[in-house]
């Protein structure tokens, strides 16, 4: 059965990883298409790899990208007392190779296209390890294996998976064997086809990964950091600016809250002795004046009466005295100008003896028009 050639389309299912290696391959790419080609190739040189392609007992080596690749050197495995193979130290391109791929041909590998539950994708190496007596000719503990996934449907909830698997006692040998050569492959995979291609998959014993190079990987690290740390120095500069031109200003602030409340403490000063100083002139205004009273009084009141007490509180005017004719009082007083509403607050009585009446009445004082 060949392998499944789909590509692989990332769901929200899948786990986090995945979605970040997929956006992050696809962010490059964008970005490298771009920028123009001679700053594409200065900033982001795509990966040299050298590739390792079996032809009968011979070995194939050729360099290049998965764009491009040349074939660089042949030889003989089985060569009887054959010396590691040196590469010249002063080609650049050889410098510039990442890593050694193993490409192994279609009839060494077995691949098979498995229909999994959904939940399996959670520890799906275990489920396949589980799943390969039943699914192929052998046992977990007698082939090398790893898988892509390929289609995941969430309506059915089955995930499709491509498994591929390689005899360790092959593979072994055939590492050893490369081994006595001075290679030392990084990956070993499939399909890498005329152009440099390679299967998303990595049959290398996990013993054996071990001695890849981490130095591209914690360079890769390191830049991912460093974009991380520029990008929260981005976003927390301009806060940490605002927050120190804040604390600049609450000094500030401060005194003119405290100015500000001392000038609001001097206006309501002001307020109040401005309202003590017009107490007396508006109790004045609003009242007659005693002599005024008494003048009016003066005048209208006829010769036959007396005033034996004056009272004034207020606005009301308290008048006893005598007179020939007492009911005569309250039409002289109610003509009056300044007063008002004239009524008797006792009964008017005969003094014995003689034609004089005694009275006691109010009335009130108008007030003053400004």
Known sequence: MQLSTQNLHIKFSAPLWRGVEAFWSWWISELR???????????????????LELDGTDVVMSQGTTQNNEELTRYTLDQAGAAPLQLSAEDESHRQARELVLCLPRDKVL?????????????????LSFE??????????????????????????????DLVLVTRRMLDELLDRLDHRGLHPDLVTINCG??????????L??????????TPRLVNLALGALAVLLLVSAVSLPL?????????????????????????????????????SRFLTDKK???????????????????????????????????QGQSASAAALIPLIESSSILQNPRFRSPVTQIPRSDVERFHLSAETRVPTP
């Open 33 to 51: 298409g771009m920028l123009p080609p001679r700053v594409s190739r200065a900033l982001m040189p795509r990966a040299q790899r050298l590739f």
């Open 111 to 127: 691949t098979r296209s498995l229909t999994l539950p959904l939940a399996a994708e959670e520890n799906l190496r275990e489920v």
């Open 132 to 161: 390969m007596d039943r699914q192929t000719p052998f046992t977990a503990e007698q082939v090398y294996y790893d898988f892509n996934v390929v289609a995941r449907s969430a309506a059915e909830r089955t995930l499709t998976v």
């Open 194 to 203: 005329e152009r440099g291609g390679f299967a998303a998959v990595n049959l």
């Open 205 to 214: 014993p996990a013993e054996n990964r071990q001695r890849k190079a981490v």
């Open 240 to 276: 940490l600016d605002k927050r120190q031109k804040i604390q600049a200003l609450k000094p500030l602030i401060e005194t003119a809250g405290a100015k500000a409340k001392e000038a609001q403490r001097l206006r309501n000063e002001l307020d109040q002795l401005t309202a003590n």
């Open 285 to 319: 205004q609003s009242s007659r004046p005693v002599l005024e009273i008494m003048d009016e009084l003066t005048r209208i009141l006829p010769d036959d009466t007396w005033i034996t007490r004056l009272d004034l509180k207020g606005s009301e005017l308290q008048i």
